[in-house]
């Protein structure tokens, strides 16, 4: 899993329950739109997200309409349980005593 997806995951995980919108995840995660977007695309694709466009007048707010992305219920899992990995020192992998070793 690259750096930038588990930032992106972070910042949805800071509180999984709220929605939030790319220009949000982004500057949570430190990571611009065009690296952002092309990630919470796959994470959609895997199901580990659920998306909806605003629902405004965009001539009337002055600004186009957001996306808001919010983890599922499996995507919390699959996320937490993918950090947990991402994060384990290359040392605690290996726990087995290597051959000639006690």
Known sequence: ???PTQLVLEALLADPRRELYGLEIGEAAGLRSGTVH???ARLEG???LSSRWEDIDASAEGRPARRYYLL???GVQA???ALARAHR???AR???PQPGQT
């Open 94 to 96: 290996r726990l087995r």
């Open 89 to 91: 020192p290359a040392t």
């Open 79 to 81: 996320a937490r349980a």
């Open 46 to 48: 895997y199901g580990w």
């Open 1 to 3: 899993m690259t750096i």
């Open 72 to 74: 599922t219920a499996d």
């Open 38 to 40: 092309p990630i919470l």
